[in-house]
């Protein structure tokens, strides 16, 4: 099994959102959001530094910012 890769970053500049992913960062991703309706509604995914584990902490974008944490919320 690969390592899983998921990062959200800032692209340049600044106003643009890339999320990478490889094939099992995208299947942790789409577990994520089906979690949501059954979970509070709402859900956060951070990198180790920030306490959790759930994204990578290495760039993938040259020259962008990595997103340490990254909440989402279900709207009723």
Do not use: C, Y
Not at 17 to 36: A, P, T, V, Y
Not at 40 to 62: C, F, I, P, R, V
């Amino acid at each position: 099994m690969s390592e899983s890769l998921l990062t959200f970053e800032l692209g340049k500049p600044g106003n643009t959102l890339e999320i990478h992913m490889n094939e099992e960062g995208l299947s942790r991703l789409i577990d994520r959001l089906q979690r949501i309706p059954k979970h509070g509604g709402h859900d956060h995914l951070m990198t180790a530094k920030w306490g959790g584990g759930e994204l990578s902490e290495e760039t993938q974008g040259k020259n962008n910012q990595l997103i340490d944490h990254v909440k989402i919320i279900l709207w009723p």
